[in-house]
């Protein structure tokens, strides 16, 4: 068992990132959130957590105060439709915020986790994608993803690091919001709660790979250990978006049909991971099926 350290968890006010702050903190580590709210909500910062309102591109005066032992880097503009919309301001949070976080970091000979994605970078997959799989994003997204990713590898041998990325499939769970691709089960929930029609975007046979926050939250703990290296985090299952709503309709105990759209142009028809490579190397699994965590989901 690792000994209690300082952490900052960037991004530790949104989503993913308040499930990272909560699980350190039932370990016993000192938990700091760096986060500019502009996605984020102080409501999802953990009790016991202390939120720090700041930019990632400019964390110096918060790295300083802290002087971090771990680094989990969550905080990312994470939209891709945002990211084709603005490519540069993509760039300037995912690629130039990573940089300045691994040099706050590297002053304070801090070990940093980056919160990678899987379907953005793999590109359309013929099967579970291994992490030594061709590498083709789609969007500048998945790009600037990899480039953050680059980065690391680039610092673990210039500087002697031992960064870790890890490349997260499509995470769902409590305090989602209800936007964009990877929100679709706060989405359809939302609706079917609401009142409102879900909406399908072509014949609902795409597939993706759907992994629970908590056990993601988990991964990112194990890779504090890890000295090196780049590892999926997913389930290694592929699900439709048609059975995806067959288990939300279940979950909820609401049935409603919904409605069908034209295929939107360039989405995935197929994202899966491969994670073997996570289970033996960093001795972490999934833990939740998609039936238990949609079932946690709506009780929340």
């Not at 997959?125 to 789609?138: I, K, V």
């Not at 590892?231 to 299952?237: D, E, Q």
Request: charged letters at 25%; a negative charge.
């Amino acid at each position: 068992m690792m000994r209690p350290m300082r952490a900052i968890v960037t991004g530790g006010a949104g989503f993913i990132g308040s499930h990272v702050g909560e699980a350190l903190l039932a370990r016993g580590d000192e938990v700091h959130v760096l986060d500019d709210l502009s996605k984020g909500k102080r409501e999802n910062v953990a009790a016991g957590a202390e939120l720090h309102v700041a930019d990632v591109r400019d964390p110096d005066a918060v790295f300083d105060a802290v002087r971090p032992e771990a680094v989990l880097h969550l905080a990312a503009q994470a939209d891709v439709r945002v990211s084709v919309e603005d490519p540069a301001f993509d760039a300037d949070v995912n690629v130039v915020g990573t940089v300045r976080i691994l040099e706050a970091a590297r002053r304070h000979g801090a070990h940093v986790v980056f919160a990678s994605t899987g379907g953005a970078i793999y590109g359309e997959c013929d099967g579970p994608a291994p992490e030594n799989a061709p590498r083709r994003p789609l969007a500048p997204y998945g790009a600037s993803k990899l480039c953050g990713e680059e980065y690391l590898e680039t610092y673990n041998r210039l500087y002697g690091t031992h960064h870790v990325s890890l490349r997260f499939g499509n995470v769902y769970g409590p305090r989602q919001e209800p936007h964009g691709e990877a929100g679709v089960v706060a989405i359809f929930m939302g609706l079917l709660r609401d009142g409102g029609t879900p909406r399908i975007f072509g014949d609902g046979r795409q597939t993706r790979d759907y992994v629970f926050a908590p056990d993601v939250a988990r991964a990112v703990l194990a890779a504090l250990s890890r000295r090196g290296g780049v590892f999926n985090v997913g389930t290694g299952v592929e699900t439709s978006v048609l059975d995806l709503y067959e288990a939300i309709q279940a979950a909820s105990a609401i049935e409603r049909e919904p409605e069908h759209s034209e295929p939107r142009l360039g989405e995935l028809q197929r994202s899966v991971l491969d994670v073997s490579l996570a289970a033996r190397e960093l001795r972490w699994r999934p833990d939740t099926s998609l039936a238990a965590g949609l079932a946690r989901r709506e009780g929340d």
